[in-house]
């Protein structure tokens, strides 16, 4: 079995290009070249120049001596935190605003929710000199007013959208629309592996830059580069699809995904797409999504702003059907306490995002010997407010 | 032969309406279909609201988010359509998006459409590639015809090839962008409009998004086979309500 997209663009029954004909042209243009410009060898000079220079590649893997000691395994955290702006969104811009230079597009769009991927979008296009559109859902420009100053600080135009539910999917929905009006000079830049294809595949290879590191940086500190395990959070997927890639089909490494539970999964607040979920069509994608009987999108909920979507990336539907991962899910309070304890025993504030990876390892019966790498995708700057909030 | 595709062989400068079903209120559906038809609407786009409706703008996106506030989901829109099945004569068309349909069942869904004396779906989201690959025969088998769109940046290889796939009309898209109403057609536009004329397709062609009134309506059926006013009307019944869509007609035909 392949875990990797075919040449329809499809991981089994999952992805595709569910989209109205008039952004045909538009995702056409980039089916047809994104793998020449990925595989170019002036695309990857300059990918890794700015990985290394500008993102601060590569990101260390560092053994954490005193969470191994309190859950019994040997556990190692891959530090994404510590990329530029914050998180690993900035691997997939810098790779996604190069493809856009390529395709000689001006006029740059995406969308946001909790405002890390608009301002690794704003970052990118500053660095380019490229106009850059982030539309942002109105609710959510209330709840992130750093990263909307942010993102202005960077040049970026803040567009709230005010249809639907005013979140996450709704921006996708008016960058989506935004650029159906501007088909020839915008670029659509997408923050996950979701999308119509080849958005998916190809925000999964840019990440994948995260597994590439894991495997020689475990070789060289264990003289295995595999791991028995790697866990990473899941709202769209981009992060797990990176740490995942490189060991899609090394069978004996578990790859566990975790989803916002928010209250509870069957609270009805809750982003537990595998489990809530069934089988349906979400920006461009066939996947599995929330949605009522009817096929109306429902809107997830969880604490942190960057799972709360509801679907996930066509790969990660793949990966649940096929069991090839095994999805676990941890609700905000579960969140808050991983966060906490991480910071108080390792001195490493992570994002709450990345806090319910960590979430779950208080419930796995672990062995001494295992070793689990947990992808550390972002640092907890932006939730202090959270944080604090929470403190008991 | 369908009613539809008769009517669209038969007549010229064809005009259709499209409605938000659900919309202003959730039982607004017969009057709505009844004033359009006896005031020579000539077929009518029932939009099935949505929550996540891509193509739509502004205006069709609040007609939906009222329409499902209201309450108007699949089963009751085929039961009203069913039960006014014997009462019209006027075609209708089908307008929603896939989701819609994969999550109710496409057999299902299909079997209702044929219940309804459904002929023509529009569903924006489904990609030639899929319909070719996991519709068209479902389709067939209850005589329903899939209705593509084209637009302005759609090459010709690939209208010649909707043209030959096509069994009812084809959807010209007026202008790279979502639906809504925008004014005049532009220079650009009427051009657009003369290179599709020009290809001497099979099929009837029916403009959309951006008519919105007499002027653009005539300026389109200069070129086209007649043309489909969507968010102008939806704008109409948010003001005026249902009593007066005789005038609203009248205002583009006569």
Redesign the interface.
């Known amino acids: 079995m392949s875990y990797f997209v075919d040449k329809n663009g499809y991981y089994g029954q999952f992805g595709?290009?569910?989209?109205?004909?008039?952004l045909?042209?538009n995702v056409k243009e980039l089916e047809d070249n994104y793998l020449k410009i990925l595989e170019s060898e002036s695309f990857k000079k300059e990918f890794k120049d700015l990985l290394d220079n500008y993102v601060g590649r590569p990101t260390p893997l560092y053994l954490a001596k005193r969470l191994s000691e309190k859950y019994g395994a040997t556990i190692y955290l891959k530090r994404e935190d510590l990329c530029h702006t914050g998180a690993h969104k900035i691997n997939n811009t810098i790779g996604q605003i190069l493809v856009a230079k390529h395709l000689g597009k001006k006029r740059i769009i995406a969308e946001t929710g909790a405002g890390q991927h608009g301002v690794a979008t704003a970052t990118v296009c500053a660095l380019m000199d490229l106009e850059c559109i982030v539309f942002m859902g109105e609710v959510d420009i209330k709840r992130q007013a750093t990263n909307v100053a942010r993102m202005k600080m960077l040049g970026a135009k803040v567009i709230p959208a005010i249809?639907?539910s005013k979140t996450l999917?709704?921006a996708a929905?008016e960058a989506?629309?935004d650029w159906?009006?501007?088909?020839?000079d915008t670029y659509y830049l997408i923050g996950s592996v979701v999308g119509p294809h080849p958005y998916p595949d190809m925000v999964a290879r840019l990440q994948s830059i995260i597994s590439k590191e894991i495997k020689e940086q475990l070789k060289i500190q264990t003289g295995n580069e595999n791991p028995d395990m790697i866990i990473a959070c899941v709202g769209g997927g981009s992060n797990a699809a990176g740490a995942f890639y490189h060991y899609l089909d090394e069978k004996n490494v578990k790859l566990i995904a975790v989803e916002a539970a928010g209250l509870g999964v069957y609270s009805g607040e809750s982003a537990a797409t595998s489990l809530l979920g069934?089988?349906?069509?979400?920006h461009?994608s066939k996947t599995i999504?929330m949605?009522d009987?009817?096929?109306?999108?429902i809107e997830p909920y969880s604490i942190s702003a960057g799972l709360d979507y509801p679907g996930i990336g066509p790969l990660h539907a793949f990966l649940n059907e096929s069991k090839r991962a095994e999805f676990m899910n941890a609700t905000d309070q579960e969140a808050l306490d991983a966060a906490y304890e991480l910071t108080k025993i390792e001195g490493i504030i992570p994002a709450l995002e990345s806090a319910h990876a960590l979430a779950v390892l208080p419930k796995m019966k672990l062995k001494k010997e295992q070793v689990i790498v947990i992808n550390l995708s972002g640092r907890g700057d932006k939730d202090l407010e959270t944080y604090i909030s929470n403190l008991k | 032969m369908s009613r539809i595709n008769q009517i669209l062989k038969e007549n010229k400068n064809l005009l259709s309406v499209f409605f938000t079903a659900g919309f202003p209120r959730l039982n607004d559906t017969e009057i709505i279909i009844k004033s359009l038809e006896s005031n020579g609407v000539d077929f009518i786009e029932v939009g099935l609201p949505y929550s996540d409706p891509l193509a739509d703008g502004p205006t069709i996106q609040h007609s939906s988010s009222v329409a499902l506030a209201n309450g108007m989901n699949l089963d009751i829109i085929f039961n009203q359509l069913e039960g006014l099945k014997d009462s019209i004569k006027v075609p209708l068309v089908l307008m929603g998006y896939l989701n819609q349909m994969i999550k109710y069942g496409e057999e299902k869904f299909c079997q209702r459409c044929k219940d309804c004396g459904i002929e023509t779906v529009i569903i924006p989201d489904l990609p030639m590639i899929e319909y070719e690959s996991h519709y068209q025969q479902l389709f067939a088998s209850y005589n329903i015809s899939n209705v593509f769109l084209i637009t302005p940046q759609t090459s010709e290889e690939r209208i010649l090839k909707i043209d030959n796939i096509t069994n009812a009309f084809i959807y010209v898209v007026a202008s790279s962008s979502i639906t809504g109403a925008k004014g005049e057609i532009s220079s650009k536009q009427i051009a657009y409009f003369e290179r599709i004329k020009k290809m001497n397709l099979k099929s009837t062609l029916i403009a959309g998004f951006g008519i919105s009134d007499k002027s653009t309506f005539n300026t389109s059926c200069k070129y086209m086979d007649g043309a489909i006013i969507g968010s102008a009307f939806i704008n109409y019944l948010n003001k005026n309500g249902t009593d007066t869509i005789a005038k609203f007609v009248k205002s583009i035909i006569d």
């Open positions: 595709g290009a569910f989209i109205p004909e008039l045909y042209p249809s639907g999917k709704d929905n989506i629309r159906i009006g501007n088909p020839e069934d089988v349906g069509v979400l461009g999504l949605q009987k009817y096929g109306q999108v």
